[in-house]
Structures are given as C-alpha cells and as structure tokens.
C-alpha cells in the first residue's frame, strides 16, 4: 500500500486527511477526525508519519485520555521504559542533545563568570546576596540588567531620551564598572538562559511521555524498523500484537495488515 492508498483508506473511514499544509510546524498533526501532514517533510517520510497519526486517531477512539495501562490493558511499569526507548529510537529529539549540549555550555560560562569574580571576591556564592555589588548597582541603570539581556531606558525631560543597554556592551555602557560586577551581571543572565533551557527540555520531556505520543511512535516505528522496535521493547510489542489481533486497536490492524 502506497501513501495514496493509506489516504484512500483513511478517508473511507470519515478521516479528513491534506497533504498540503505546513501541519502548523509540525510533520503532522490529528485533531478531530482530521490528519494534516506537512508538505515540506521527505516522500520517505510520509507514510510512517501517516501512521502515527494514525495512531492518535486510534487512540482517541478507545479514549482519548486513556493511559497505557487502558492501551495495552496490563499495569506492567515496563511498557513505559520500553516505549520511551522506542522513541528515542524512532524520533532523535527526544533525546534533547542540542538542549542538552547548550545547557552545558551555558553551565561552563556561568562557572567562569564566577570565577572571575571570586578573584575580587573570594567569599562570593551564587546561592548568597552579592552584597558588594547591590550597594554599588543601586544608582546605576546597569540594574536592570539583572533581569534582562536588553533594556531601553527612558531618560531625560519627558523621559524622551531612550538608552539601549545590553548584557554584551557592559563596559561600553559602564566603563568605571569593576571587573567582577560585569561578571555578575553576566553570570545572572547566564542563569536566566539555562533556566529557558531547563524550562524547554522539561516541556519537551513531557511531551514525550504522553500515552498518546508513546504509543503512535511505537506504531510509527514497528512500521519503519519492526525488528529493531522489538528488540527494544519486547514485553510491549509482544501486547500490542495480541491487542492488534484480538481487534482491541480496531481499524490500525488493517492500516497494517495492508501495508
């Protein structure tokens, strides 16, 4: 069975599926009886990508806040760690790596800064107040550095004077400013980036982990590297199968069966 002839089964089913869009940034999307994939993802790409949502839409049939225990009708911890290992297999960003090697990079330079400023400071600790530089800051339009990156400041009569300051033209901005001061100021911004990063690699963790999305790259892979996806998880492909063949994922047996 070819792409067309999965559309072709898919909309026999009442699914409306385009082929056409963007699929709002994603390879593809389901929502209501719907199914958009991006025409910008490769030809070897689409079919697999049909699938998994495919499989949201067979989800959602058997309910659509069902956990994996309802999708596989057993309470074995397993098929979660099984599943999470299919993903990381079957889709690479969930791994994170870039997020992940961004975070340590930002992690290094916060460890510099603050070296930096132990050199002029050496009881300084980032978990206590710098009381030295908040005594020296509270005059200072350099303040509002500690909260961002980039600031215009409203000066003058009327407040019609606008000046820019950022985190990277510190000493242009504050030439008398100490050494360890710019360092402050940069390691707080340091810590405000890893937070954005913590922050994104929780989300996309958490995306992941959803029943939902756990079991379409489950069906997504055993399409695209059956062999590979058992191996990986063998206690819930082995469930699925016996679900699949009992009718339990209803209209996905013959999705595969023809394919």
Same mark, same amino acid.
């Given at each position: 069975?070819?792409?067309?002839?999965?559309?072709?089964?898919?909309?026999?089913?009442?699914?409306?599926?385009?082929?056409?869009?963007?699929?709002?940034?994603?390879?593809?999307?389901?929502? #209501? $009886?719907?199914?958009?994939?991006?025409?910008?993802?490769?030809?070897?790409? @689409?079919?697999?990508?049909?699938?998994? %949502?495919?499989?949201?839409?067979?989800?959602? #049939?058997?309910?659509?806040?069902?956990?994996?225990?309802?999708?596989?009708?057993?309470? $074995?911890?397993?098929?979660?760690? %099984?599943?999470?290992?299919?993903?990381?297999?079957?889709?690479?960003?969930?791994?994170? @790596?870039?997020?992940?090697?961004?975070?340590?990079? @930002?992690? %290094? #330079?916060?460890?510099?800064?603050?070296?930096?400023?132990?050199?002029?400071?050496?009881?300084?600790?980032?978990?206590?107040?710098?009381?030295?530089?908040?005594?020296?800051?509270?005059?200072?339009?350099?303040?509002?550095?500690?909260?961002?990156?980039?600031?215009?400041?409203?000066?003058?009569?009327?407040?019609?004077?606008?000046?820019?300051?950022?985190?990277?033209?510190?000493?242009?901005?504050?030439?008398?400013?100490?050494?360890?001061?710019?360092?402050?100021?940069?390691?707080?911004?340091?810590?405000? #980036?890893?937070?954005?990063?913590?922050?994104?690699?929780?989300?996309?963790?958490?995306?992941?982990?959803?029943?939902?999305?756990?079991?379409?790259?489950? @069906? %997504?892979?055993?399409?695209?590297?059956?062999?590979?996806?058992?191996?990986?998880?063998?206690?819930?492909?082995?469930?699925?199968?016996?679900?699949?063949?009992?009718?339990?994922?209803?209209?996905?047996?013959?999705?595969?069966?023809?394919?």
């Amino acid at each position: 069975m070819n792409k067309y002839e999965l559309i072709k089964f898919f909309k026999s089913l009442g699914i409306t599926v385009h082929t056409t869009t963007k699929a709002r940034g994603h390879h593809g999307f389901y929502l #209501k $009886n719907r199914i958009d994939i991006s025409k910008n993802i490769p030809e070897h790409r @689409v079919v697999p990508t049909l699938l998994h %949502e495919f499989a949201h839409y067979i989800h959602s #049939k058997i309910g659509i806040d069902t956990d994996l225990k309802v999708l596989f009708k057993s309470d $074995n911890p397993v098929i979660e760690e %099984e599943l999470l290992r299919v993903t990381n297999f079957v889709d690479e960003n969930s791994l994170c @790596v870039r997020l992940h090697e961004h975070k340590s990079r @930002v992690k %290094e #330079k916060i460890k510099g800064f603050e070296k930096v400023i132990k050199q002029d400071y050496p009881a300084f600790k980032r978990s206590k107040k710098f009381k030295e530089f908040d005594k020296y800051i509270k005059g200072s339009d350099a303040k509002y550095l500690l909260k961002y990156d980039r600031v215009k400041v409203l000066n003058g009569f009327f407040r019609r004077k606008a000046q820019i300051y950022t985190i990277d033209s510190i000493e242009h901005n504050f030439p008398e400013m100490p050494r360890a001061f710019a360092a402050y100021l940069r390691l707080k911004s340091g810590q405000r #980036k890893q937070s954005r990063i913590c922050a994104r690699i929780n989300r996309y963790q958490k995306y992941y982990k959803k029943p939902t999305e756990l079991f379409a790259r489950l @069906v %997504e892979g055993l399409y695209s590297d059956k062999e590979q996806v058992c191996a990986l998880a063998p206690y819930s492909t082995q469930r699925f199968y016996e679900l699949l063949d009992e009718g339990y994922y209803t209209d996905l047996k013959t999705a595969l069966d023809k394919l």
